[in-house]
C-alpha cells in the first residue's frame, strides 16, 4: 500500500498537489479533499500563474546576464 501510494505521488502531479495545497494552506489532506473542486480549482489555477510569473522573472534576469 505505501510503495503504491508513494508511486501515485511521484506520478501523478494532480495527487500531488493536494499534499502540496495541504502544507501550504497547514491543513490536513482530509479537509483538502473536502474542500468544494471549484475552490480546489482555483488553487491550481493560481499556484500555475504564479509558476509561469515566476518562471518568466527568471528567464528575464538570465538574458539580462547573458547580455553583460
Not at 503504491?4 to 505521488?9: D, G, M, S
Not at 501550504?24 to 480549482?41: A, N, R, V
Amino acid at each position: 500500500e505505501y510503495s503504491n501510494l508513494k508511486k501515485k505521488i511521484e506520478s501523478d502531479n494532480h495527487f500531488r498537489f493536494h499534499f502540496f495545497l495541504a502544507e501550504q494552506l497547514h491543513k490536513t489532506i482530509g479537509e483538502i479533499l473536502s474542500m468544494p473542486i471549484e475552490e480546489f480549482d482555483m488553487w491550481i489555477a493560481y499556484y500555475e500563474v504564479k509558476q509561469e510569473e515566476q518562471q518568466k522573472a527568471l528567464n528575464k534576469q538570465k538574458l539580462q546576464g547573458k547580455r553583460r
